[in-house]
């Protein structure tokens, strides 16, 4: 069964850094997109980075765009997200997701990804 097991979340003062981890099995996560996605209370899930299944090319959700950097390490099956200059409104569960094999670059949407993580709760205190 694939399997995505976040962790690294916390509690942070604004400003400061946190470096969100995704472990995988290697049936989830060999060339495949993953994508991280975020969902504060009384919000829908939405998304925060992807990155392609070599490595190569990424994206962000404006609101994060030059403060988080996804990256991936293929050999340990494991997604990261460095988060910096975090903000309070970037208080949310997050999540990593493994998108489809046959979904076109760039996955974005929930419905493009087909397994989820548990999630990991980052919250930001002003």
């Known amino acids: 069964q694939e399997q995505l097991v976040e962790s690294g979340g916390g509690l942070v003062q604004s400003g400061g850094s946190l470096r969100l981890s995704c472990a995988a099995s290697?049936?989830?996560?060999?060339?495949?997109?993953m994508g991280w996605f975020r969902q504060a209370p009384g919000k829908e899930r939405e998304f925060v980075a992807v990155?392609?299944?070599?490595?190569?090319?990424?994206y962000y959700a404006d609101s994060v765009k030059g403060r988080f950097t996804i990256s991936r390490d293929n050999a340990k099956d494991t997604v990261l997200l460095q988060m910096n200059s975090l903000k309070p409104e970037d208080t949310a569960i997050y999540y990593c997701?493994?998108?489809?094999?046959?979904?076109?670059?760039?996955?974005?949407?929930?419905?493009?990804?087909?397994?989820w993580g548990q999630g990991t709760q980052v919250t930001v205190s002003s």
């Open positions: 990155i392609s299944g070599s490595g190569g090319s990424t």
């Open positions: 290697r049936r989830a996560f060999a060339n495949v997109a």
């Open positions: 997701a493994a998108a489809f094999a046959w979904v076109d670059w760039y996955p974005r949407h929930r419905e493009d990804f087909g397994s």
